[in-house]
């Protein structure tokens, strides 16, 4: 069984209603059982239960992100007794979207009670897909009146969008939908990415790669929508002509662990196959690591600028300059680099700049 679990998030009035649909008729087309988890704070405030309503919103929070993450486990329970070969887990909305709408204590507070921590919630989707509201770029269509839950102004929706964006950024697999195209268009461009993800036949995403001058990371830091991820990434012993490694990811001592495998050669052509791993999985496959390769420790900066998501890798052996990483389609114009960041040159087809040419390297 082949099962996803996705987020389809995004601020107020983004069309995540109409997605919901385009999701359904797409996927269901392509031999997914697609399964939906409803918006739990839509559900709970039409019920009655709002953060106006509860004791305090710290007190509401609690109960919406405990609701949130025992829906998802039922809806896995449920989806692995079924006979489908490909699954589809769609949430409308996960559980880092209750950040936006806390401080940090609060969501410390919140993140204790349900004895969880942000990369644990983050990451255990496989993708995020973010529409970004109509309050941005698409101002003609913006209502509230469609949604009983939705009280928000233009200014107030742009703001939460923004908030929203930063709470999952982070995410090793997180998509920005913008409204550059009219509202059909952007329907057709939520398929073509999740379709990409998933590896169903779809335009081929490539990830443009860039030297860069090394940057500040005190500025970094300090950027709401910036977050900092540290990467282990140790490369096993395999066949020739493929590449077999693992990694952790995470912050602040929680991770989580993927096996992947790649073979064949360049784009399109490459095929990798990825999977979630258990931190006993991981440690046991440490103890078949290729020993002429070095890990790759680097420290990741995730950021979105301008609706375009962003990856800066900082490695420790190197002091005066970064990669930068920007996913890409065909379709994509010119790339607006952050006004912080100074691109050195494109590196993209430039094997040297590889994790396994860097892993290879021992005079680094």
């Not at 839950?149 to 703001?159: C, G, H, I, K, L």
């Not at 103890?287 to 950021?303: F, G, H, N, P, V």
Request: hydrophobic share 35%.
């Amino acid at each position: 069984m082949e099962l996803s679990k996705i987020v389809i998030t995004g601020g107020p009035c983004a069309g995540k209603t109409t997605a919901m649909s385009w999701i359904q008729n797409a996927f269901t087309q392509k031999g997914y059982t697609v399964l939906f988890v409803g918006e739990t704070a839509t559900e709970f405030i039409r019920g009655g239960v709002a953060p106006w309503t509860c004791g305090s919103n710290v007190e509401y929070q609690k109960v919406q992100l405990k609701m949130q993450i025992e829906k998802e486990k039922l809806f896995e329970q449920a989806a692995k007794t079924m006979t489908s070969d490909k699954i589809l887990i769609v949430c409308d909305r996960g559980a880092l979207d209750n950040r936006a709408y806390m401080n940090e204590l609060e969501f410390a507070e919140v993140l204790k009670y349900v004895g969880s921590n942000e990369v644990e919630l983050r990451d255990g989707y496989d993708a995020v897909f973010h529409l970004v509201t109509a309050a941005k770029g698409a101002e003609e269509f913006y209502t509230t009146a469609n949604n009983a839950a939705r009280t928000e102004s233009v200014e107030e929706a742009r703001e939460l969008d923004d908030r929203l964006i930063a709470a999952w950024t982070g995410h090793p697999y997180l998509r920005v939908i913008d409204n550059a195209t009219d509202f059909s268009v952007k329907m057709r461009r939520l398929i073509t990415e999740i379709s990409s993800f998933l590896g169903e036949p779809a335009p081929y995403e490539n990830k443009r790669k860039f030297l860069i001058d090394y940057p500040d990371i005190l500025h970094l830091e300090s950027m709401p929508n910036c977050v900092r991820v540290e990467i282990i990434q140790t490369y096993l012993k395999s066949a020739a002509g493929k590449e077999f490694r693992i990694r952790q990811r995470g912050k602040d001592g929680h991770f989580i662990y993927f096996q992947k495998m790649e073979r064949g050669g360049g784009e399109p052509e490459k095929v990798d196959i990825e999977r979630r791993l258990s931190q006993e999985e991981y440690l046991k496959l440490l103890m078949e690591a290729d020993t002429s390769m070095r890990q790759i420790r680097k420290t990741r900066y995730c950021l979105t600028y301008r609706n375009r998501y962003f990856e800066i890798d900082v490695y420790p052996f190197w002091k005066d300059k970064a990669i930068l990483k920007v996913p890409v389609r065909d379709e994509d114009g010119d790339i607006k680099f952050p006004k912080f960041i100074t691109v050195q040159g494109e590196i993209t087809d430039d094997e040297r700049y590889r994790n396994i040419s860097l892993a290879a390297n021992r005079d680094l």
